[in-house]
């Protein structure tokens, strides 16, 4: 009896120790979450909450302890109290974000990629545009908001010029993108697009962490851990290329190398000019990556070397004028992503460029001009992930410049030897919140720091996009971006000031599967642009240009409605006017059309193993200034017009033999007119037509590839 009692009085002071945990789980709009789990953390008391959101449980815990509420399609809540205050909670859970579905942040972004929901572009699209010839600066003009510069071969976004759109490769600034090309010749991206893992140009509005760039960004991501080794082999009429991916535990290597010759073409095909030494190149790149515990370090490289030797026909000289260049290019770069913890992120890198590019231009007199430049770019970038809905990074980065340029005339026997070192030093930080499914925004600012003028410039960003419907949403973006005056001007007036310029993007994108329509507004405010007298000397450099720029974008994209067709159409209207450089008065810039129209075509046939394409580029004609006439820059050329078609023929599975012609019917194109310094006895200012240095140009090519996945092959590459 004595025992019975005994135990009665433990069970009683057990009960009478245990502590009632209790509460109600509702959402955000207070409706009750049923069946719910929640439980103390690291034991197995718990219990779920039942029709009307409502638990109750007892524990004899003691002390601080964590309560976890779980339940799918909400993301987990956490509290840490001391566990006899834990009655009558009032729990409210957050919906999870669902990627596929939520709303994504596009105004003034194109994104082509594995990893991209909403992309105008696929890696394929970006190479197998016809006309492009796996030059991927090429395929990105044909998106709305540029204009093709033929003589060029740059990117010209939204009234912008080359100069103002910057490309990063894994987040690092390249400071040399384009190989060198002669007067008036299309240039091309040093870079091969098989590389990359994913591609974004951004119009405007883009992130806080980047600077340096009035125009916008294209955001390059070599890929990761490979999943195989392969071995590319490339036989074409302009050159030969190889490229191989080795892989190991953790690490692997991709390497490709190229070697381009245009002498036995320009043999076949003669332009206009008279070649000396045609175009000559040699270049490689390499991706080595090694996969740490918790992250991933990458080490990137791309050296290249080029020359060419030609004869010009020159408005203001009765012979052609000689041109001698050798270009020697080497860029490094190297980043680690990677957990510091589990919702703390970090990206890290640091890139160098060295160039020596040497200019010889002989007429009676030879002028001779030399630049050597060493470019360092660093940056770390922390990222704190709260939860789906709510992330925030903030950064840091520094670039150093160094230019040296030695200009000789043997007019004058003379050598002038110029310098410019800058250091640019930026801090910046941006807040992703995903207010629901259909509301997001993006908040950013970024301070810059330029040592050469002692200036310190803020610039603001932000980022809307509200779903409107399962299939549609708007997008609104407004930043305010600074860049550096060109150093050409700089070397020989170092403390110029930042020009700079204000967007405003609306953006409305319908996005179903197969088909994408996407309508976009903006306008840009330019101020402080360089500017100075024409006939006058450096001295009056100065940054009070101004400028802007406004117009509409449109692109339709459908893969659904013809079977095996896939096409989009690129329209954009631009108005843009600029009052810079030695400019006389406010007016439209010779690298600017109006109305600028693509089409982009591929058709697959099975039957024939063959894939076709077919591109149609169109610009209204861009302004010049002609000399004859009283208003300032108030001709245009006639338009520009180009069809172009590739053919990709399935030899068998891993070979493949490419066909493509630029140009198709000849369509005789003006880029612009060249006019003489000094006017003639009658009083006119002769002009002189710069055309293409040829109406065509083909290109036809066999790629193999091996590896022991026998379907794998190079046409995403071509």
Partial sequence: MKR??????????????????????????????????????????????????????????????????????????????????????KIILKSKINKLDA??????????????????????????????????????????????NAESGKLFIRGGNSQETQTFIDGMRVFKPYSSSPNNIPTRSRYSPMLFKGMNLSSGGYSAEYGQALSGVLLLDTK????????????????????????????????STSYSNLKPYKTLFPDKYKWVKPYESFGGEAVYRHELPKGLLKLYTSASYSNFHLFQDNINYTKAVEYKTKDNDIYLNASYRGEIKDDLLINAGISYSYSNKSDIATTSITNERENKGHNLHMKVVVKKIFNDSFKVKAGAEHFTKDINQNLYSSEYDATLKQNLKTNTSSIFTEANLSISQIFAIRLGIRGEYSDYNKDFKLAPRISLAQKISEHNQIAFAYGRFYQDTQDKYRIVKPHLTNENSEQYIFNIQHNSEGRMLRTEIYYKKYKD???????????????????????????????????????????????????????????????????????????????????LGVSYSYNSGRPYNNPNKSTFMSETTKSYNDISLSWS?????????FISISNLFGFDNIYSYDFANSANSNGIFNSMAIRPSAKRFFMAGLFITISSDKKKNQLDYL
């Fill in 649 to 657: 023929y399935l030899i068998s599975q891993q070979k493949i033999l």
């Fill in 529 to 611: 642009l360089l500017k100075y007298e024409k006939s006058s000397n450096y001295n009056s450099y100065k940054n009070n240009g101004r400028g802007y720029a406004k117009g509409l974008d449109l692109l339709w994209k459908d893969s659904k409605t013809i079977p095996s067709l896939e096409y989009r159409i690129s329209y954009s209207f631009i108005d843009s006017k600029r009052d810079y450089l030695y400019y006389t008065e406010e007016a439209y810039t010779r690298f600017t059309a109006k109305h600028n129209l693509s089409l982009v075509c591929k058709y697959w046939i099975p039957s024939l193993k063959s894939l």
């Fill in 4 to 89: 019975l009692i005994i135990l009665l009085l433990i069970v009683t002071s057990l009960q009478t120790s245990a502590q009632t945990i209790s509460g109600i789980v509702t959402d955000k709009c207070n409706r009750p979450i049923p069946g719910a789990n929640v439980f103390i953390k690291d034991t197995y008391q718990g219990i779920m909450t039942d029709k009307e959101g409502f638990f109750s449980f007892t524990s004899n815990l003691k002390g601080e302890q964590t309560l976890i509420v779980a339940f799918l399609g909400y993301e987990d809540y956490s509290l840490r109290l001391d566990i006899s205050k834990m009655n009558n909670l």
């Fill in 224 to 255: 990761d851990v490979p999943v195989e080794e392969t071995t590319d082999i490339s036989i074409m009429t302009v050159g030969l290329g190889l490229a191989k991916t080795i892989k190991g535990k953790d690490n692997s290597l991709t390497f």
């Fill in 103 to 148: 709303v994504t942040i596009t105004a003034g972004s194109f994104s082509a990629g594995d990893k991209s929901k909403v992309t105008a572009l696929s890696p394929i699209d970006v190479v197998t545009t016809a006309g492009s010839v796996g030059n991927l600066v090429a395929a990105f003009q044909k998106l709305p908001g540029a204009t093709i």
